[in-house]
Nanobody, 115 residues
Framework: QVQLVESGGGLVQPGGSLRLSCAASVTIFNLYTMGWYRQAPGNERELVAELTNGVTTNYAESVKGRFTISRDNGKKFVYLDMNNLKPEDTGVYYC?????????WGQGTQVTVSS
């Protein structure tokens, strides 16, 4: 049973920064694709950032240059470093692990960017 637990969300002012963490119950091998998604009320869940083969990254256009996805050296955590946050970044952020038929989601962590 693979489990993912997100943490690090909260309320932050526009222009601020947050680090979201995704703790995995298994080693995050390179063969897993890790992703961060977000969903705001009235919006579809969207891919924010993904990490493939442990090194290759892909970002939504709206967060390029502001967000960074990474994996810790112990391969137990995936992070999403967010800076220059904007109100439109508000939403529930979810961690995802995918490989073949394996598709695991965390419970999500709320990020609210507001003055």
């Amino acid at each position: 049973q693979v489990q993912l637990v997100e943490s690090g969300g909260g309320l932050v002012q526009p222009g601020g920064s947050l680090r979201l963490s995704c703790a995995a119950s298994v080693t995050i091998f390179n063969l897993y694709t890790m992703g961060w998604y977000r969903q705001a009320p009235g919006n579809e869940r969207e891919l924010v950032a993904e990490l493939t083969n442990g090194v290759t990254t892909n970002y939504a256009e709206s967060v390029k240059g502001r967000f960074t996805i990474s994996r810790d050296n112990g391969k137990k955590f995936v992070y999403l470093d967010m800076n220059n946050l904007k109100p439109e970044d508000t939403g529930v952020y979810y961690c995802n692990l995918r490989r073949g038929q394996l598709d695991i989601w965390g419970q999500g962590t709320q990020v609210t960017v507001s003055s």
